[in-house]
């Protein structure tokens, strides 16, 4: 478990701070989303001890970074976007080296991880004659090592492709009993049938923190679905459409509404993204 007590944490020569006065992260995997530029790669850092707060602490089960950093540190996989890998060192060799670093692996753990990432045939290949999507594997895989309770993931599908996507979603939801995970990302829904919470940021500021359950219930506003002819989806406000399909001369679309747009539409269950659109939507027309 995580505990944020009065964080404040400003970014030297820009005018950005974040400030969560006051947040528990319990185990299992929170998704953190919010726009560019909210704040969720600095939360990230600062969770990862790859920053520290100018105020405020973060308790790990009680430990904190001022009296027990090597320990925390122990306990911690964290893959920030960008990460810069060995690139002369093999796949292997890298982890093993990284293991090194971290105190060790387990017998049989690295080949356990290289397995699960689809590395085997990379053992021997060098970090920088491996495509993008396989370095990203690399990146993921060592973040497990030493099986640590925290791990923090900064848009973690990023260069996988579809399959890969899935597969690490799976690999993730398999391991987070018992571990605090928190993943940054832009795909809500690839992660919404395998999550349990979510945290919005927006300009550094906690929105939200809850279940899945409570992000998507009592919105104002609600998602209707509905097959339309050209006149009418033309008075329609494009600023509420989620899609269209054109078939011939009538529009399928979904779209969010107080109330149905026309009698043929017919309510739709919220999406973990539609919330998210609803709720960025909110947001922006109450400070306008
Ligand atoms: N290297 C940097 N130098 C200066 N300012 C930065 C740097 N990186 C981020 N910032 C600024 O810090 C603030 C928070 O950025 P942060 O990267 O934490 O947001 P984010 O939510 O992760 O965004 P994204 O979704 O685009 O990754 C933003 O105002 C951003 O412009």
């Known amino acids: 478990m995580l505990e944020l007590h009065q964080l404040m944490w400003r970014r030297m020569r820009a005018d950005f701070h974040l400030h969560i006065p006051r947040l528990t992260i319990k185990p299992g ?6 726009r560019n530029g909210a704040g969720k790669s600095s939360l990230l850092h600062l969770l990862a001890t790859a920053q520290f707060p100018n ?6 089960n009680g430990l904190t970074a001022a009296r027990d950093l090597p320990l925390i540190r122990s306990q911690i996989g964290f893959v920030p976007t960008g990460i ?9 060799k890298l982890l093993h080296y990284l293991a090194e670093l971290k105190g060790g692996a387990e017998a049989g753990e690295l080949d356990r991880l290289m397995d699960a990432f689809q590395l085997m045939s990379f053992r021997n290949s060098r970090i920088k004659s491996l495509p993008q999507g396989i370095r990203q594997r690399v990146a993921l895989a060592q973040a497990w090592i030493g099986s640590p309770p925290y791990i923090f993931l900064d848009e973690p599908l990023n260069a996988l492709d579809s399959i890969e996507r899935l597969r690490f979603i799976r690999f993730v939801a398999a391991h987070a009993r018992n571990r ?3 993943v940054s990302t832009h795909e809500l829904n690839e992660w919404e049938a395998w999550s349990d919470r979510i945290l919005w940021l927006d300009e550094g500021a ?4 809850g279940s899945l359950q409570e992000w998507s219930s009592h919105l104002p506003l609600s998602v209707w679905e509905g097959t339309i002819d050209m006149p009418a989806y033309r008075g ?3 600023a509420h459409i989620l899609h269209m399909r054109m078939n011939e001369q009538f529009y399928t679309v979904r779209l969010l509404g107080k109330k149905a747009p026309a009698p043929q539409f017919t309510e739709q269950e919220t999406t973990l993204e539609d919330a998210y659109f609803i709720r960025c939507r909110n947001q922006h027309s109450s400070t306008a």
Not at 29 to 34: C, D, P
Not at 84 to 90: A, G, N, S, T, V
């Open 29 to 34: 995997i929170t998704l953190l989303v919010g």
């Open 55 to 60: 105020e405020g602490d973060i308790r790990y």
């Open 84 to 92: 810069e890998l060995y690139e002369e060192m093999k796949t292997e």
């Open 180 to 182: 605090t995970i928190v």
């Open 206 to 209: 906690l929105q939200f923190h």
């Open 236 to 238: 329609l406000d494009p």
